[in-house]
């Protein structure tokens, strides 16, 4: 599974992508209570709101990829980037209204590029690869987010919340990034 995701290209963009989006993203247990804390000075009630909101966005996201049927590079590479904008722009914004709209867009964000990611390499890897590959999956997105939720952590206390998303957001946009740029010189 290794060897095949090394040789092949399409394969090699979903697993880069999804490294950088697991490490520096998908931290949503670390940084939503700092948001609610620190940003939003909010209560219990105030989190669970903001943790709804992620939630709704994802619903539908879900049902929207499912009304679609097909995951395409396109959808994949879309949710990743509209994912690390939405991610980055959380960290320029401390009211309310803006905060609960970003965080419902980086729920459905979050769940177009997961679905999309996930159908998309099933798709591509022959049948006797896929359990494997979809392993190699799952370590990067569940295996790498105790990583960042460190870096998140440290970055959170050292600059501050808003510095911190900002800073993931740029990151996961690099880490996009890196992914064109790998699949422009495969195309070469």
């Known amino acids: 599974a290794l060897h095949y995701s090394w040789v ?3 394969v090699l963009l979903l697993l880069i992508i999804m490294l950088m989006l697991g490490i520096f993203g998908y931290n949503f247990q670390v940084f939503t209570p700092l948001i609610a804390q620190f940003v939003l000075h909010t209560n219990s009630v105030g989190f669970g709101l903001l943790n709804s909101c992620q939630a709704v966005g994802s619903f539908f996201a879900s049902l929207g990829v499912a009304w679609l049927g ?3 590079r396109r959808m ?3 949710g990743a980037a509209c994912f690390s904008v939405v991610l980055f722009s959380l960290g320029l914004f401390g009211s309310w209204f803006l905060v609960v709209a970003l965080l419902t867009a980086l729920g459905f ?4 590029f997961l679905s999309a990611n996930n159908a998309r390499l099933q798709l591509i890897t022959p049948p ?3 359990g494997r590959m979809m392993g190699i999956d799952a370590l ?3 295996g790498t987010t105790p990583i960042g939720s460190l870096i998140v952590g440290g970055m959170a206390q050292s ?3 808003r510095p911190m998303l900002s800073t993931m ?5 690099l880490g996009v990034v890196a992914g064109l740029v790998y699949l422009q010189q495969m195309r070469d």
């Open 8 to 10: 092949t290209p399409d």
């Open 70 to 72: 097909n995951a395409t």
């Open 76 to 78: 994949v590479l879309t």
């Open 109 to 112: 964000t979050s769940s177009v």
């Open 128 to 130: 006797e690869l896929r």
């Open 140 to 142: 990067l997105i569940a």
């Open 159 to 161: 600059a501050g919340v």
């Open 169 to 173: 957001g740029a990151l996961c946009i």
